[in-house]
């Protein structure tokens, strides 16, 4: 009765879950399956689609050669993964969307890192010759997240 009543309470988190990242592994298909000559696609003055293979962690920082280090990066990314289900797990109703939101882009970059041995990046917002880092919808998720719950302790912090 208790499993019920606990697989109830989180299944919206779950299909969350599910959701972003179903939609992020079909987002990085239909680009890989799309690719041009030169791997860019015009959208428009602002933004591109160009696919680049992220072997790092976030913006490409900690990109290496080495498999040691890659697995070590992997194994870590896979440890805060766990930590952040049993977040959610601990927190309320309202902030498991946040965390929802974290733990489906961080397993779909993470099933990419494992499958691909890389992260597929195709996201390139660019004004002029500036260009922000390339990025995915795993990552648009993990950021809102992020900025969700900072912006959810701040309230939290000046209510108190």
């Given amino acids: 009765m208790e499993i ?36 860019v696609i015009f959208i428009n003055d602002f933004i591109n689609f160009n696919l680049t293979w992220n072997t790092g962690i976030g913006f490409g920082l900690l990109s290496f050669s080495s498999g040691l280090i890659y697995n070590m990066i ?26 929802s939101f974290i733990i489906g882009g961080a397993l779909g970059n993470f099933y990419d890192r494992v499958s691909n041995f890389a992260v597929p990046d195709f996201i390139d917002l660019h004004y002029k010759q500036f260009h922000w880092f390339t990025f995915n919808i795993a990552d648009i998720f993990i950021s809102i997240g992020i900025f969700m719950i900072i912006f959810n302790e701040l309230i939290k912090k000046n209510e108190t």
Avoid: A, P
Avoid at 22 to 38: H, P, R
Avoid at 78 to 94: A, G, M, P
């Fill in 74 to 99: 992997s194994l870590i990314i896979f440890l805060v993964v766990c930590y952040l289900l049993y977040l959610l797990i601990l927190s309320t109703k309202f902030e498991r969307i946040f965390y």
């Fill in 4 to 39: 019920k009543k606990s697989f109830k309470e989180y299944s919206l988190s779950f299909l969350m879950i599910i959701l972003i990242f179903t939609f992020d592994q079909v987002s990085k298909k239909i680009i890989i399956n799309n690719q041009v000559e030169n791997n």
